[in-house]
């Protein structure tokens, strides 16, 4: 048996193990940990549970170098793990409504230099003046997709969402829909 019979594990599931998710846990919820469920962070926001996750960045496929905009950010544990997955020369860029989940997610997030959280304009998507980007990962449901964010996906770009419970992936050349329901917080 030669050194590569034995392939490691995905990226996705490399840079989840790389990114323990109680880091980016209030101490009250860090007990939940192992859970494969939603724990809450407090001010109306959760993280999502582990299983939703892997399937949200598997149909995103960050790449090494692209630029991501994570909507939603919460606790900063989806941003850490786009970081991982687009590496030194790419970067992840959070929004989030919540100053102070901002606040304790760039204190989680402090040693990655390629990904940054700040708070979200009140009635702006996104983050217009920064795109476009290769990637945008919306962690929060909506029953419509988002003109303001497709103006900020670049040409050959992608974005996941939950789309009226399914998990959706867009292109400027469609979509595609991944199997399961989902739920999330909803978008604002």
């Not at 979200?120 to 290769?134: Q, R």
């Not at 419509?144 to 969402?161: H, I, K, R, S, Y």
């Amino acid at each position: 048996m030669g050194r590569h019979s034995h392939p490691g594990p995905d990226p996705v599931t490399r840079a989840m193990e790389l990114t323990p998710r109680a880091d980016f846990l209030p101490r009250a919820a860090r007990r939940f940990v192992d859970q494969d469920r939603a724990l809450e962070i407090g001010y109306g926001a959760t993280n999502s549970q582990p299983s939703t996750v892997r399937a949200m960045l598997e149909l995103l496929a960050a790449r090494p170098g692209d630029r991501v905009l994570d909507v939603g950010s919460g606790s900063g544990w989806t941003t850490a793990i786009l970081a991982r997955l687009v590496g030194p020369e790419g970067s992840v860029l959070g929004v989030e409504l919540e100053e102070p989940l901002v606040r304790r997610s760039a204190a989680a997030l402090a040693g990655m230099p390629n990904a940054r959280v700040r708070v979200a304009v009140p009635g702006a998507l996104g983050s217009p003046e920064d795109g476009p980007f290769d990637r945008i990962l919306v962690s929060a449901a909506t029953n419509t997709v988002p003109q303001d964010l497709l103006d900020q996906l670049a040409p050959e770009g992608a974005m996941v969402l939950p789309l009226a419970g399914r998990l959706v992936r867009i292109t400027h050349e469609g979509r595609e829909t991944a199997p399961g329901h989902y739920q999330f917080v909803p978008l604002r």
